[in-house]
């Protein structure tokens, strides 16, 4: 069974320095994955996915991840944090129902962000 | 824009009570999910429906139905609500065949259950 690994339960940075959030996952296939975010009170909004293609992928409010086979990994990516990036972070691996044509989401449990003025 | 309405932010019931959480979407979108999300466990499939009647059993789906008796709708029903399903409750949609469609979140359902 798929699973998702995000190592960093909370992370703190300073407004303006940079940010990587880690994503690990186990999938036999090629995976489907996703960045969430999710701001307080609110649901899930899409950062970026990547399903096939070039291994970079560029998101909504300047995020960025990249995917590494080797490494099973898709962390996440931002050159310079804002105040309004403080949420929670959800990386997820969807694994292809067939019987719809469609994916199911296996989450990670999270890294919530932090953003010091 | 897709829309994925949930009809309340924030519910409060009994134990033992049968529960209805209801999702609409507007987007005529085939798959339909419904998650809990809890601290440190991040979010679960409880339930997904891929068409009109037609369900099928996500990584909890103990002390949960749904229906889906319109392709607009998917409601949850906790049928004797427990402490134990005091969470964050979230629907998505999503429509399958085109590689490149994500699932879209409503903005939750916080359960009680006192």
């Known amino acids: 069974a798929q699973s998702v690994t995000q190592p960093d339960i909370h992370i703190t940075v300073s407004e303006g320095a940079s940010l990587e959030l880690r994503c690990n996952y186990s999938?036999?296939?090629?995976?489907?994955l996703f960045w969430y975010v999710q701001s307080p009170g609110q649901g899930l909004q899409l950062l970026l996915k990547?399903?096939?293609?070039?291994?970079l992928v560029q998101g909504i409010k300047g995020f960025e991840a990249e995917f590494k086979r080797s490494q099973s990994s898709f962390n996440l990516r931002k050159p310079s944090v804002h105040w309004s990036d403080a949420a929670e972070y959800f990386c997820?691996?969807?694994?292809?129902?067939?019987?719809?044509?469609?994916?199911?989401?296996?989450f990670g449990k999270g890294t919530k962000l932090s953003v010091i003025p | 824009d897709v829309k994925v309405t949930q009809s309340s932010r924030y519910l409060v019931k009994r134990t033992g009570e049968k529960v209805f959480l209801e999702c609409v979407q507007d987007?005529?979108?085939?798959?339909m999910f419904w998650y809990r999300q809890d601290p440190g466990l991040g979010l679960r499939l409880i339930y997904f429906s891929y068409d009109v009647k037609m369900k099928e059993k996500g990584d909890i789906p103990e002390g949960y139905s749904v229906s889906r008796e319109k392709k607009e709708r998917f409601s949850l029903i906790l049928e004797s609500a427990s402490t134990n399903q005091t969470s964050m409750y979230l629907c998505a949609s999503s429509n399958p065949g085109t590689k490149n469609q994500p699932q879209h979140f409503g903005d939750g359902t916080r359960l009680s259950i006192l």
């Open positions: 987007m005529d979108h085939e798959n």
């Open positions: 997820a691996v969807g694994n292809l129902y067939s019987g719809a044509g469609s994916y199911q989401l296996t």
């Open positions: 990547y399903f096939s293609g070039d291994t």
């Open positions: 999938y036999g296939a090629t995976p489907y």
